[in-house]
Each structure stands twice: as C-alpha cells, then as structure tokens.
C-alpha cells in the first residue's frame, strides 16, 4: 500500500514530532487554528487531513511534507546536526544582535529552519505574556523589520531592551499588546511616533521554549 493517504502512517510521524518538540494537542490546536476533535482524529489515525494542512504541521515543525506522510523507518538516515543560536538576555539600540557578547546560553534549531532566515533567541523577562509565555522562557526570533498583524514580534521602543509583544496594525498605528493586562496595558503608537521614538521591529517570535 502507498504511504500517500496511509493514515497509520501519518498517525505515527505526527506522534514522532509531537513527543521531539514537546507539543501537546491543545498547543498544536491553539498555534495552528485546528479544531481539536478534528487533530485528535488524524493524530490517532481515525482520519487522514488535507494537504494544505499537512503543509501547515510541516512548516510548524520545520521539516519536509515527506517525513509525515512517508513511512521513513527502513531508510537509513544520517543525523542532521542542530545550528546553535545565542539566547540573549537583552537587545538595545545601537548594538547589532551579532555583536552582543552578554550570551547567556545557546539554544539548537534545526538546518532547515535555519536555511529560512537569521535567527537569535531571547530570554523573557518579566510576566507581560503569561500565560502563554513565563518569566525565563526563551522564544526563538527570525530576524525581519516587519511582521503581519497578529504576530508576536520582538520590539525595540525609544532605544530600551527589546520587549516580545503581539502587533496589531490600524490606522491609528502600531498598538503593542501584552497577554496579561493587568502588567501591561496595550500602548499605541501612532505613525510619528514609530518614525521619531522610533519604535523599531526587530523580529518575528517563531517559537516558544519554555524552560522547567
């Protein structure tokens, strides 16, 4: 039987990566949008997904649409080493990322997702994004100047440490948003203030890591 619409099979990868990033259901439904009964039925191999979101747990987990829904166990496979990034503990102006010395760890990302962009990781200080993101937690950040509205973006306000905050883009401007309101109150920063604080976007949050 081909490996093409083999739900076992796709079952068993989904797992594999699942139990490699430490993803649970519930983050995988939140992070993508999926229904929850809906994933539950392809992770347990009842039903078989689309190709468009098999596409979207590829991209999620940064690995090829090929190794979820090809039975790779036979092949031999040579192992792929990591790229280790810094873990910074702050980013200022002025200071290129790639000049910072205060490293305070290093994280591994695989070479496919580091192929895509350059990546540094930042520590999280203070409670502003609990519950999702904890004091001492690490996000893994792909360099860029812009994000989409929605994203959660590493950004630099009036040359201060970097702060990891959801964007939200309107008419009136560039509105920082926290997840725990009661730290921190959404801060909206119309068009000339962007350009004259400035307020400055270092990088799209592209994972989360939390630490134990």
Known sequence: MSDLGNKKVFSKNLRKYMDLYQKSRSDICKDLGFAYTTFTSWETGVNYPRIDKIEMMADYFHIEKSDLIEDKTDKPSSPVKGIRIP????????????????????????????????????????????????????????????????????????????????ISKSDAGLTLIGWNPSVYIPKTYNKKECKELPVTILGKVVEIRGKL
């Open 87 to 166: 873990v910074l503990g702050r980013v200022a102006a002025g200071i290129p990322i790639e000049a910072i010395t205060d490293i305070e760890d290093w994280e591994e990302i695989p070479q496919s997702m580091a192929k895509t962009g350059e990546y540094f990781a930042l520590k999280i200080a203070g409670k502003s994004m609990e519950p999702r993101m904890m004091d001492g937690d690490v996000v893994i950040v792909r360099r860029q100047p812009d994000v989409d509205s929605g994203d959660i973006a590493v950004v630099l306000v009036n040359g201060n440490d970097a702060t990891v905050k959801q």
